[in-house]
């Protein structure tokens, strides 16, 4: 195992929904499990070099475990299905330490959890962390219907359900309709937090921005990124890699890890969606095409980091210290 991995077993599989499993995970030697906060996820490796990131679902508090939830994706890259069919009870798999691009903010408002789906994942944990510390908080869960709520018992067993308010079947104009009513009036201080499938978080954005809520207000957690959308023929750019002396042509239909795969050069890559940061890496020389949702803002501009999963390069050349 690479450093920062360890070892689990999978002390109990779970159908929370037709399409959602939970897993619970322990670990194989004496002592608790690596501490978290609120948001973490974990890097999940249920066969040998294929990993996938999933939120962690319980209380921080609770090192006795991981519990994570996983839904069945029937177009994915294969992470969801190789869990639900290859991670049995007994099961021993590897796994990297918590890391957390979504953690909680201390805030003197009220926190507003806004979840589409799977997407309630990280935000169940928040609402664990947020109850022990007896904080002001309210989460909605978004879901087509009664029966894809995933995680039941967790919540109405816990001492905050009477704080959980749930939405079926809601689709534009109605969704923005009960959107607009939970957003309405945004004190100083409140935040929002914010996971579900990039077309739902857009109207929630959207409908937040009316209400007067500031950009800075609304933290997200995306599962994955949009592709950028490529055209053979164009758009060519050399990059070069510094550290080894050598020149690569990436090709209009190609990402820039697929060409370097090609030519032996492996980095080290998680989601490959421009979402984890994992493969982040430092630009010399040329322009980013940012194509990402982990940079922010402030890091583009800047234009010395990038993520060669998904990004690619206004400039001709692009040379990376690598």
Not at 9 to 17: D, G, K
Not at 47 to 52: A, L, M, W
Not at 266 to 273: F, G
């Amino acid at each position: 195992m690479s450093d920062g991995e360890l070892e689990v077993r999978v002390r109990r599989v779970c159908s929370e929904t037709s399409e959602i499993r939970s897993f619970v995970l322990e670990p194989t030697s004496a002592g608790p499990l690596p501490e978290f906060e609120a948001g973490a996820h974990i890097d999940v490796y249920p066969i040998p070099g294929f990993s996938r990131q999933y939120s962690l679902v319980n209380d921080p508090a609770d090192r006795s475990r991981y519990l994570l939830g996983v839904k069945r994706e029937q177009n994915g890259r294969g992470g969801s299905s190789a869990m639900h069919s290859n991670l049995q009870e007994g099961s021993v798999v590897r796994i990297s330490r918590p890391k957390n691009n979504f953690a909680l903010r201390a805030n003197p408002g009220r926190s507003v959890l806004l979840a589409g789906g799977i997407g309630v994942t990280p935000l169940l944990s928040m609402a664990q962390a947020l109850a022990a510390r007896d904080a002001e908080f309210e989460l909605h869960y978004f879901a087509r219907s009664n029966s894809e709520l995933a995680f039941r018992d967790l919540i109405t067993e816990s001492s905050w359900s009477s704080r959980v308010a749930y939405h079926f079947g809601l689709v534009p104009p109605l969704l923005n309709d009960v959107l607009e009513e939970i957003l309405r009036a945004p004190r100083q201080g409140d935040l929002i937090y914010l996971c579900g499938p990039n077309p739902f978080m857009d109207v929630v954005r959207n409908c937040a921005a009316t209400a007067g809520w500031p950009g800075e207000s609304v933290i997200l957690e995306h599962f994955s990124a949009e592709p950028p959308r490529l055209l053979p023929g164009a758009d060519e750019f050399v990059v070069r890699l510094a550290k080894r002396g050598i020149e690569l042509v990436v090709p209009s239909d190609k990402a820039i890890i697929d060409v370097l795969r090609e030519a032996g050069i492996e980095i080290k890559t998680s989601c490959e969606q421009g979402v984890c940061g994992t493969c982040l890496t430092p630009v010399i020389e040329g322009e980013p095409e940012h194509n990402d949702l982990y940079l922010t803002d402030d890091e583009r501009e800047a234009g010395r980091l990038m993520t060669p999963c998904v990004s690619r390069s206004k400039s001709k050349l692009l040379v990376l210290d690598m």
